[in-house]
């Protein structure tokens, strides 16, 4: 029985009646996309036959809200305080001479894409892309290891380009560029629900090595292993690893690539990364995210516990969104314990000062379901006067994967106050309630519903 990492969280889901096995034939160029967009890439589905390729594909695995909360073993309503426990008490890893991922070491005439089925997902992307791999560097400075989900696009069999968007590690390129040194990197993949959650923690902001969260999300330490050729570690229980470096004098041209909010992202020359190794398991399984859901779901999580920590200064937070459909990023639904008038503008400036990504917030009453649409848009309907309770701040710092900001370069930013006045004049927003519905068990009435 696995314990860590994709293989051990696919028995999980197997139990659950959670993945869906798909065994017809499926082509990686176009076709695997449509299948997993089809299902909203919610669904996690293996691919067991991939044209072209003895490889397996797992899919479809982090675009569910609810199968995340499942496979951390928590709830909605205890997950920020157990990713912040995470964050506050990372717990240390065992590394360990041998590993599954060791299993196959190859260092010569290396061609990845005729080892793994590497998939292509839309119709004017530059190449096929690598969209789940988790990149590992080590600062050369301090040694402190970072790790972030980034795209790769194949440039070649050995070749791989870049995409770099932490300020973190393009200011260490641009020093290493200085310095005519090159840097080490790793590339994981076949993973589990733990390392990617931890992956997205901003290590400009917290500073702590984000395999000891890890360590202290699965409750157990996160088996590491000494990479074949290069100073790094890499979980043993991966996949696959692909070891190389990132020349500091070498540039290619990366996109366009179906990105965040479903728009082509920008074409420009980007670093690469020359693969010197590939370490895989026997009978390795590919993992893929489909672009503009998968890993940004992730993502929206630990934003959501951020954006939990900031503005709990300015109110009585009862919970938080951001929200899928806003790329996780963009939007953020806010629900309050209103004590006084002002709390619903003092949430709005904190939550658009949180981040430069964060551009449309919304502030709700308890008594609102912040993750269902129907019940923010009854507040919006009923609860909001545009010329009282909406806040605009013009030509502020935005993100540059929303096409509106970068015609500019500026953008500007919404915060929606859709709370009900405290006292006498909110009773008539109070809702009509019938009691006990909360409680109703519906199976009673129709045993055969299937809910």
């Known amino acids: ?43 996690p589905i293996l691919f067991n036959n991939v044209k072209g390729s003895n490889v397996s594909i797992i899919g479809g695995m982090f675009g569910d809200r609810d199968i995340f909360y499942d496979m951390l073993e928590t709830n909605h309503e205890q997950r920020i305080c157990k990713f912040m426990d995470a964050i506050v008490n990372p717990e240390n890893t065992k590394l360990v001479d041998n590993g599954p991922v060791k299993e196959n070491i190859i260092t010569r005439n290396i061609d990845i894409t005729r080892l793994f089925p590497i998939p292509t997902f839309h119709e004017s992307d530059s190449s096929s892309f690598i969209t789940a791999g988790v990149v590992i560097i080590k600062d050369p400075e301090t040694g402190k290891r970072y790790t972030a989900i980034r795209r790769l696009q194949v440039n070649r069999g050995d070749n791989l380009s870049i995409l770099i968007a932490s300020p973190l ?14 840097l080490e ?4 993949l076949g993973y589990d629900y733990a390392f990617l959650l931890a992956s997205q923690i901003s290590s400009e902001l917290y ?3 984000k395999y000891e969260v890890d360590s202290a999300l699965r409750r157990e330490p996160l088996e590491l292993v000494k990479c074949h050729q290069i100073d790094l570690e890499v979980p043993a ?4 690893v692909f070891e190389g470096v ?34 895989f398991r026997n009978n390795p399984i590919f ?31 009862k919970d938080v969104n951001v929200t899928i459909g806003g790329g996780c990023r963009f939007h953020g639904v806010i629900s309050i314990n209103k004590k006084q008038e002002g709390d619903g503008k003092s949430v709005i400036l904190g939550a658009l000062g949180s981040n430069k990504d964060m551009k449309h917030v919304i502030v709700v009453d308890d008594d609102i379901d912040i993750f269902n649409g129907d019940d923010i848009e009854g507040a919006l309907a009923t609860r909001v006067q545009a010329s009282k309770d909406i806040v605009i701040v013009n030509g ?56």
Do not use: W
Not at 20 to 38: H, S, T
């Open 1 to 43: 029985m696995e314990r860590q990492m994709l293989r051990a969280d696919l028995e999980k889901l197997k139990r659950s009646g959670k993945l869906l096995v798909c065994d017809r034939q499926v082509d990686p160029k176009f076709e695997l996309g449509a299948v997993l967009k089809y299902f909203s890439n919610k669904k």
């Open 169 to 182: 590690l393009t200011d260490q390129l641009k020093e290493l560029r200085t310095k005519r040194k090159d």
């Open 185 to 188: 990197v790793a590339v994981i």
């Open 207 to 209: 500073g702590v090595d």
């Open 237 to 240: 229980h991966a996949e696959i």
């Open 246 to 279: 990132i020349p500091h004098n070498k540039e290619e041209i990366e996109g366009p690539f179906g990105e965040l909010m479903g728009y082509y992202g920008k074409v420009a020359n980007h670093p690469i990364i020359e693969v010197k190794a590939v370490m």
């Open 287 to 317: 993992q893929v995210s489909f672009p503009c859901r998968e890993e940004h779901l992730s993502n929206g999580l630990i934003r959501e516990v951020e954006l939990y920590m900031h503005v709990s200064k300015f109110a009585d937070i």
């Open 396 to 451: 502020a710092h935005g993100s540059g994967l929303d096409p509106s900001h970068n015609t500019r370069g500026i953008t500007d930013k919404i915060g929606i106050d859709a709370t009900k006045p405290l006292g006498e004049a909110g009773v008539k927003f109070n809702k009509a309630r019938i009691p006990g519905y909360e409680k109703i068990d519906i199976e009673k009435y129709f045993p055969n519903l299937k809910v």
